[in-house]
């Protein structure tokens, strides 16, 4: 019998009754024979009211003093964590990111892990002790504290597995797998039995946040099986696999959205070359990551250009484009706040052009206007006014059957 990872997130962890049914899962798993590592969330609302309380001495709290603030709330869930197992006699020991030596690099609230010294888990394992992990953290080479952006307790459990070569990567939660859009949003998604890497990463990378996007792509680099699961209910959740033999018929595999957006549009710039870089060059040097991006047609020798930053930078950036825009003397600068990014996904788009158009014609139906569109390959995104949301995803979901077994 391998190893195995289980990680579970913060409603799983919630309080000290789910914490000690999470003992009992976790005993049941070494009992059956397997080498068990977990990796745990802070308890649910806990990272959360730890920015708060940063935010309320005001000014922008020094990134460094944040990260050292923020995984705090993992270290709790580990001791307690360990003191149930202890209670029910289980052996088991709790590490901090930086005692495991999760190595990251330096970028604060947002750090990449560089690599995992995995002795003195192996250690634990083979003394018979379940080892206990705290997520969303590392260290970096200077010893600083850091943390992997939020919901990085996935991306710690996946590059643990990676690291022990477990056979399996286990994310328990509060949802029972994979659907086919959020379940809160549209009670009739479908729960998917499998989906491909390909698919998870671009719903993961669309605004799904069932999956962190980097826990994703690191099963995808070091083929790590991964699956989604319930805390609180028994089922297989959901296999994330490599290959597309066997997958389930449909062509659309599901519905992400994204509330983080917003959009800024700077009107009438010279229509010539270089204007994209005099506009997107001071955002990009501001740190700013720009999402979608469209240029009109010029009608007389000018252009209006529109683009969509994550909801935080805006404010930022729109600061940014008033200052190019006096410089480029562009008619105007406009922006909007409220908006929301809507995304098909599948890889049966690649072959059938009649998906956009179905898209657009349920979204007409119901009267919601698009305000930009972007494609690819596997997905078809728009941007829309944040009120349509629900509707927006509701209207998707039935235009392609996805609560139905057929497929589509
Ligand atoms: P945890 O605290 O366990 O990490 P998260 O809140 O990060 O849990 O992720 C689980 C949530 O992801 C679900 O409660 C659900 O609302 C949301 N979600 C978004 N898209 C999907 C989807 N396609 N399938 C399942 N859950 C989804
Ligand atoms: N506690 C962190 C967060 O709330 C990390 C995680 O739960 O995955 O984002
Ligand atoms: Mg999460």
């Given amino acids: 019998m391998g190893l195995i990872v289980q990680k579970y997130g913060g409603t799983s962890v919630g309080s000290i009754e789910r914490i000690q049914a999470v003992a009992q899962k976790v005993k049941a798993t070494q009992e059956k024979g397997h080498q068990v590592v977990v990796v745990v969330s802070a308890m649910s ?5 730890l920015i708060a309380l940063a935010h309320e ?21 580990i001791a307690l964590l360990c003191m149930a197992l202890h209670k029910i006699g289980a052996s088991a020991r ?28 192996s250690g634990d394992l083979q003394a018979g002790r379940i080892v206990v992990i705290a997520g969303f953290q590392g260290v970096d080479d200077q010893g600083n504290i850091t943390t992997l952006g939020r919901g990085g307790s996935d991306t710690t459990a996946v590059a643990m597995a990676a690291a022990l070569k477990a056979q399996e990567c286990q994310i328990f939660t509060d949802v029972d797998g994979v659907y086919t859009t959020d379940p809160r949003v549209e009670p009739k998604a479908r729960k998917l039995d499998r989906i491909t890497f390909e698919e998870m990463l671009e719903m993961a990378s669309l605004g799904s946040k069932v999956l962190q996007i980097r826990a994703v792509e690191f099963a995808g680099k070091y083929n790590v099986p991964l699956r989604v699961l319930s805390s609180f209910e028994e089922g297989e959740g959901t296999l994330i696999t490599f290959e597309d033999e066997g997958m389930e018929e449909a062509k659309i595999s ?33 740190n700013i990551e720009v999402d979608m991006i469209i240029q009109n047609i010029a009608e007389d020798d000018t252009t209006d250009f529109t683009f969509t930053v994550h909801r935080n930078d805006y404010p930022q ?49 119901e009267g919601i206007n ?33 609560a139905g077994e057929l497929p589509v």
């Fill in 94 to 121: 709790s590490y901090t990111g930086s005692q495991v030596q999760i190595l990251t690099d330096n970028a604060h609230s947002k750090a990449r892990i560089r690599g995992i010294d995995g002795v003195r888990v």
């Fill in 317 to 365: 950036a729109l600061e940014i484009l008033k200052e190019t825009s006096s410089i480029l003397g562009a008619r105007e600068v406009s922006g909007n706040e409220y908006i929301v990014k809507l995304s098909l996904v599948g890889v049966g788009m690649r072959s059938h052009s009649g998906i956009a158009s179905t898209m657009f014609e349920a979204l007409a139906r």
């Fill in 254 to 286: 599901g519905i992400a959205f994204n509330r983080d957006e917003a959009k800024l549009t700077i009107l009438g710039v010279p229509d010539e070359p270089g204007v994209a870089y005099s506009i997107l060059g001071p955002v990009s040097n501001a």
């Fill in 57 to 77: 001495i005001g000014t922008s709290p020094a990134p460094r003093e944040m990260d050292v603030l923020l995984s705090t709330g993992e270290q709790v869930t």
């Fill in 45 to 49: 609302g806990e990272t959360n009211r």
């Fill in 370 to 402: 698009i305000l930009m569109i972007s494609t690819s390959e596997i997905k078809i995104s728009v941007v829309i006014d944040e009120k349509y949301l629900e509707l927006g995803v509701r209207a998707l979901h039935d235009a392609f059957n996805l």
